[in-house]
């Protein structure tokens, strides 16, 4: 297997417990060889030794009858094994006992840690981590698209940074419908249209200005990335990985195929050098005029014209007035711990809470993860939570969501209710409604502590991988296409299969419905869980899962970050499934009435736990190149 290819700070074959070099960072490495997933797959599949030796005690023909059904049984154990094993391995844990960064790029994370050991703070780290990020991962790292920072300070302090894009003023609510009015997808994914404003520079300096520790300009934590964009990246990793399948949608732009492609058109390929001088070039001049370079002056010119070009509706103005806003996060308590999530435009924090509401109510623990019986309830609780989300969910400041409401106990207390322990409950019995699947890619977070105590969790994101594949000409800026966010048309599925209704409904200023997720768990007041994901609609249940893993679960960073998954989003009315499962796990919740499709693996969910004894990173194992990196 080519499992350990990148996966996570150090592939070394590991000591269980060592330090890198004089003074380095001391590590824990899993202590579950072989992992789990093996484990799993050969519980579920070999037959016991009792039943092959009882065969050899009868009659010859007896013997060969039982030979023959070993030999089928040992067959068709083959097949299941095949399904069950998770395509990757599981997390490595790193353990430090100061500061902690975990983000999807190994590059990245080092430049973070690099910050907290100058003196930085966590959103020194984290502003230097996202400016880098746009460099070195390019299809999700951003200066083009949007997210969610959630900063907790030592001192209690929470808050939450909202740089989500917002629709241009020109938007109106039919704007991604043909003449026959049906919803027409490559409108909202692949013109001009598809195209926000940009949040991420007044978010990330947003965060610096209020959050920082002073010690760092915005220059300051500008300049890796500017080096890295000048000289150049080795292509590996997830961007050798991405790049080929990302070349059709980037051959579509000269600008875009002139720096990820070569002159043949193919796709930059490993060993190849990812140079960005307009990129380059861009950030110095942000980090010499700040945001205004951004929003005001030449960049933001070029930003219009390319939007323009490929039919969008971008204007000056709308660059001109983007401004990132301080929200108050949403807090939500489960078995005595406390979870602070992002609020709208973001879903993720309600229905984080709400699901924890409903599983709340549940003795988890005895049922014993990922059991049929503990994934029925999750699943569940899953279900009527995206339900509440296609109803209800949109941009809080144009539309009345009912967040209060959704977040209580009482609320989950009537949906659980509802939940039958012995039977699936039909989609369309929540709520009626009709949809399709469809899943897309990329978004990245990472996490960040610092040794004073201060917490970020950010997530951002073009959308869809390298987002709407247009480099702003001349600026090395990849746009996003977010407003495929929006519910283009009442129950119309955007490219992650969501449904919504009038709440998520596009116009002017708005910012469409993320599930972008961020959050910190807290236990006895202190920072505690520090996790978010990527990964469409499937951010929230991630996020959950991580949780009950480490809460309920009693499982470490690593197992819970690695552990597979499953998701439920009410519609379509089907459970997905990674490989990892048992066979036997499929079918016992195939018969409580469950439809799963198994396969794929999602999500980044790179974590950090902290312990009073050490920090623990968990890069999520799943993503090639994530890494964390502590002191
Ligand atoms: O904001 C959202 O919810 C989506 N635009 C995120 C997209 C995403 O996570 C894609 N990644 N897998």
Redesign the pocket.
């Known amino acids: 297997m080519s499992y350990l290819r990148g996966t996570s700070h150090k592939l070394l074959p590991p000591p269980l417990w060592g330090r890198d070099g004089e003074g380095g960072a001391w590590k824990f490495h899993s202590l579950e060889p072989p992992s789990r997933f093996a484990r799993e797959t050969r519980e579920a599949t070999s037959p016991t030794r009792g039943e092959v030796t009882s065969g050899t005690a009868v009659p010859n023909i007896n013997a060969l009858i039982c030979g023959i059904i070993f030999l089928i049984t040992a067959f068709l154990a083959l097949l299941p094994a095949a399904r069950a094993e998770a395509p990757f391995p599981p997390a490595q844990a790193i353990v430090a006992h100061h500061a902690m960064v975990v983000s999807q790029e190994k590059r990245a994370t080092h430049i973070g840690l690099e910050v907290l050991h100058r003196g930085g703070n966590a959103v020194d780290a984290a502003v230097a981590v996202a400016f880098a990020l746009a460099v070195t991962h390019p299809q999700a790292g951003n200066l083009g698209g949007g997210g969610f920072m959630l900063v907790r300070l030592a001192d209690g302090t929470a808050t939450a940074i909202d740089y989500r894009e917002t629709a241009p003023r020109a938007t109106t609510r039919d704007m991604f419908l043909d003449r026959n009015g049906e919803y027409d997808p490559k409108k909202s994914r692949d013109s001009g249209l598809a195209t926000g404003v940009p949040g991420t520079v007044a978010g990330l300096a947003l965060a610096l200005e209020q959050y920082g520790s002073g010690r760092f300009k915005l220059s300051d934590l500008i300049a890796p990335a500017i080096a890295l964009a000048r000289e150049g990246i080795l292509v590996e990793d997830e961007l050798a990985d991405s790049l080929p399948r990302a070349a059709p949608r980037l051959a579509r732009f000269p600008a875009s195929a002139k720096i990820f492609l070569k002159p043949d058109g193919a796709a930059l390929a490993p060993g190849d050098r990812l140079v960005q001088p307009d990129l380059a070039r861009t950030l110095e001049t942000i980090a010499r005029d700040g945001t205004r370079a951004f929003y005001q002056g030449e960049i933001a010119q070029k930003i219009v014209d390319s939007v323009g070009n490929a039919g969008g509706i971008l204007s000056r103005e709308d660059l001109q007035d983007y401004r990132a806003l301080e929200r108050v996060p949403l807090r939500g308590s489960y078995r005595g711990y406390e979870v602070i999530c992002v609020p709208p435009p973001s879903s993720g924090g309600v229905h984080l809470i709400e699901m924890l509401n409903i599983l709340e109510g549940y003795a988890l623990e005895g049922l014993g993860a990922r059991s049929p019986a503990a994934l029925h309830l999750m699943i569940e609780a899953m279900k009527r939570a995206y339900a509440d989300r296609a109803q209800f969910l949109g941009d809080a400041d144009q539309v009345g969501v009912p967040v209060e409401r959704l977040i209580s106990k009482s609320h989950a207390a009537g949906l659980r209710a509802t939940i039958d322990p012995e039977h699936a409950t039909p989609a369309l019995a929540l709520r009626p409604d009709t949809s399709r699947a469809h899943e ?4 990245t977070h990472f996490s960040v502590i610092d040794r004073f105590g201060n917490a970020v969790a950010n997530t951002y ?1 073009l ?1 869809f991988n390298y987002g709407l594949g247009l480099v702003a000409d001349g600026t090395g800026i990849l746009l996003n296409n ?1 407003l495929d ?1 929006f519910s283009a048309k009442p129950g119309a599925p955007n490219a992650f299969g969501l449904v919504g209704g009038e709440a998520n409904a596009p116009g002017p200023g708005k910012r469409p419905l ?3 997720s961020p959050t910190i768990v807290l236990a006895d007041g202190k920072p505690w869980l520090i996790t978010g994901s ?3 609609s499937r ?1 929230i249940t991630i996020v959950l899962q991580v949780i009950l893993d480490v809460i309920d679960f009693h499982q470490n960073l690593a197992q819970a970050v690695s552990a597979p998954r499953v998701h439920d989003q009410w519609l379509p009315d089907v459970v997905a499934a990674e490989a990892g499962f048992s066979e036997d796990t499929i079918r016992q919740l195939e018969a409580l009435g469950h439809t799963i499709h198994v396969g794929g693996a999602w999500g980044s969910a790179n974590s950090i736990l902290v312990a009073p004894e050490a920090i623990t990173g968990a890069a999520d194992p799943r993503t090639r190149g994530a890494a964390a990196e502590g002191e």
Request: charged share 20%; aromatic share 0%.
């Open positions: 897309g890619d990329h978004t994101t959308n977010e966010d993320s599930s972008m990527p990964g469409g951010i």
